[in-house]
């Protein structure tokens, strides 16, 4: 029997409206050398019976149940599962073109990633935004990372499913999904990126992100703000006592994640500030900005957010002296 070359991962969670229209755009490809892997993650309003239903038809559809246990156990149990070459991770609410598979599939010679454009659509189909980025070759994930990082974009930068990986890069490099926590791709996607020594972009786009009320990434808790403080207490200890990297933009990018948390949890600063990493959250504050708010954070908490209206205001008041200029 033949190996497939890619392994589509497909966590499923109460997406009973949406998952076919993803199964559908897997099953359409023009390549056909690939594998589905399917992970029903407890899911309680009938998208279980429609993975067993449509499944059941294809031999190279495979069905997992487990308990519910979040979207990175569900991808974990689909990367232990699978037998391609490379992964491809596919949100159940997403899909992809046609020839998404076959393009790739001419494009890659043994990279550890390939990379392509996304693009956001509305619910109701309309288009939001959509990337372009260009074709181009690199010598190491770290070298993309810096250079796409920070940069303006319709998809955010860190979501794992603009790329496909390597399967045993992945697997040797033990660069599985932080699981039990919201926002895992911000931890996975720069920890991957620092691992990979062969990353190549790709000018086509392939992936449809479906914006839809009530989604994980629509919705916001006191969960979310505990999960963004772990994630930037991980990445700060995993890079902090890196010395064979420019770190310049992902203290920066770690900065970010900590103080965002104080933004908009004003009754829970207290609770919050416990689960700082303060020396961290120090030693990653490089820029003069970043420094003050972390002086703020860690002694003087409740004029922080005092402090960024200021800021918004001198900006606006800038942009306006600007114009009438």
Not at 100 to 125: H, M, P, W
Not at 257 to 277: A, G, M, Q, T
Request: proline share 2%; hydrophobic share 35%; with cysteine.
């Amino acid at each position: 029997m033949i190996s497939p070359f890619f392994s589509i991962i497909v966590p499923v969670y109460n997406v009973q409206n949406y998952l076919l229209h993803c199964l559908e755009s897997i099953k359409g490809q023009t390549y056909n050398n690939y594998e589905v892997i399917c992970v029903n993650d407890g899911s309680t309003d009938g998208s279980d019976i429609i993975l067993q239903e449509f499944c059941s038809q294809l031999q190279n559809y495979k069905v997992v149940s487990q308990k519910n246990k979040g979207l990175s156990a569900a991808r974990n149990t689909g990367i232990n599962a699978s037998k391609g070459e490379y992964l491809f991770f596919l949100d159940s609410d997403d899909w992809i073109e046609e020839d998404t598979l076959e393009q790739l599939y001419s494009e890659i010679n043994s990279e550890d990633i390939i990379c392509f454009n996304a693009r956001k659509v509305k619910d109701n189909g309309i288009l939001i935004g959509e990337d372009k980025y260009e074709a181009k070759l690199y010598q190491s994930g770290w070298d993309y990372y810096n250079e796409y990082a920070l940069k303006a974009s319709k998809v955010h930068f860190v979501c794992v499913w603009q790329r496909v990986y390597k399967r045993s890069f992945i697997i040797n490099n033990e660069l599985y999904f932080y699981e039990g926590i919201y926002h895992e791709d911000n931890l996975f996607t720069p920890i991957t990126l620092y691992n990979a020594k062969s990353l190549k972009v790709v000018s086509g786009c392939y992936y449809n992100y479906r914006v839809r009320e009530g989604s994980i990434a629509q919705t916001s808790s006191l969960k979310h703000a505990e999960d963004i403080i772990c994630v930037a207490n991980h990445l700060s200890d995993f890079f902090i006592p890196k010395l064979n990297i420019d770190k310049q933009i992902v203290y920066r990018e770690i900065a970010g994640e900590y103080f965002k948390v104080f933004l908009y949890n004003d009754s829970k600063i207290s609770y919050l500030r416990k689960l700082v990493k303060w020396h961290n959250f120090k030693v990653v504050s490089k820029y003069p900005r970043h420094k003050r708010i972390f002086f703020l954070l860690r002694y003087f908490p409740v004029f922080v957010k005092c402090y960024i209206q200021f800021e918004l205001w001198l900006r606006n008041t800038s942009k306006l002296t600007l114009k009438y200029q």
